[in-house]
């Protein structure tokens, strides 16, 4: 095709963003013109209370196709036209297709996840499983992980009703006594054979561990989702235990490739971006 393919991100704070690298950089290999436009709500001081005048601008625009990130995930869903089986599922939207005047919400962040997360760990014991956040990533990957395998999995999160509310979902999606909401960090991780981080502790605007680091043990997989910076205080210091560890690059990757797919209908070379993004 002759024209060019216009995207998004809408998002807080995403100036660093690496996506529209990913983006337009497979796009090139497929002999497609792509341009990945930076909606970040930072520089106008703005909020989610934005998401209408923008996805409005979406429309009128001809915009192919948008991701959706922090804190937006799950404002966004009542201003679309439809949502996939799993973006209805997971309660969050990372990727919105354009397509005959309708917006349609999915989420790929949930199987980019598992996608790296087997890559990395093929043979990691998912027998009880600690998920901190509970919000757009953190819910993404909850349901992702059960359709993995994993046992049991226990949810924290500072807002306890939303750790319940989801667990509550998942045992009704995947059976009854697969999620439990944990009622502190320490009890929840104390016979864990794994931990799953999905808060933004850790990030460049809120540096820190999310959890007090005497509770990581070194029979402890952890798998991190921040990823700027890449090797976050919790990669290092569950590095520092030797925990075997995942950073959130690889579930970048793996949402970036859900997303090209849902984009432009063509088959992405998923190793190629994970070269190209370890690059950036
Ligand atoms: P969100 O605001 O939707 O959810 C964050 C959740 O964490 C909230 O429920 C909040 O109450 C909870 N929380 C905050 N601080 C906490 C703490 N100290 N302990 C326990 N719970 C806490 O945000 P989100 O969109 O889910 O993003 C979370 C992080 O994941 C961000 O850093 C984001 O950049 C990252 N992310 C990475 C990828 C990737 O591909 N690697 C994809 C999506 C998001």
């Known amino acids: 095709?002759?024209?060019?393919?216009l995207v998004g991100l809408i998002g807080a704070g995403i100036q660093r963003s690496l996506t529209p690298a990913m983006q337009e950089e497979e796009a090139r290999h497929?002999?497609?013109?792509?341009?990945y436009q930076l909606i970040d709500l930072d520089t106008t001081k703005s909020g989610p209370e934005l998401l209408p005048t923008l996805l409005t601008a979406v429309r009128t625009m001809g915009f192919a196709g948008l991701n959706i990130t922090f804190p937006c995930k799950q404002a966004v869903i009542p201003l679309l036209d439809d949502l996939s089986d799993e973006a209805r599922a997971m309660g969050a939207v990372n990727t919105v297709v354009h397509r005959d005047g309708k917006l349609i919400g999915h989420n790929t962040?949930?199987?980019?996840?598992?996608?790296?997360f087997k890559r990395q760990l093929p043979d990691a014991d998912l027998s009880r499983v600690l998920l901190l956040g509970t919000g757009g990533a953190g819910s993404a990957?909850?349901?992702?992980?059960?359709?993995?395998?994993?046992?049991?999995?226990?949810?924290?999160?500072?807002?306890?009703?939303r750790a319940k509310g989801l667990a509550a979902e998942l045992n009704r999606l995947y059976g009854a006594g697969r999620a439990?909401?944990?009622?502190?960090?320490?009890?929840?991780?104390?016979?864990?054979?794994?931990?799953?981080?999905?808060?933004p502790m850790g990030m460049d605007k809120m540096p820190g561990l999310p959890l007090a680091e005497e509770l990581l043990r070194p029979e402890l997989w952890v798998s991190e989702v921040v990823y700027f910076p890449i090797d976050t205080a919790l990669l290092k210091a569950a590095r520092a235990k030797g925990c075997r560890t995942v950073d959130g690059g690889g579930m970048a990757v793996g949402q970036a490739v859900g997303a090209f797919r849902l984009f432009t209908g063509r088959e992405p070379d998923a190793g190629r971006i994970d070269a190209h993004f370890r690059r950036l």
């Open 1 to 5: 095709p002759h024209h060019k393919l």
């Open 30 to 35: 497929h002999g497609l013109r792509l341009h």
């Open 109 to 116: 962040d949930g199987s980019g996840w598992s996608w790296n």
């Open 141 to 161: 990957i909850a349901h992702a992980a059960l359709r993995m395998g994993v046992k049991e999995l226990r949810l924290y999160d500072v807002d306890p009703a």
């Open 180 to 199: 439990v909401a944990a009622s502190d960090i320490a009890a929840g991780i104390a016979d864990a054979t794994g931990l799953i981080h999905a808060t």
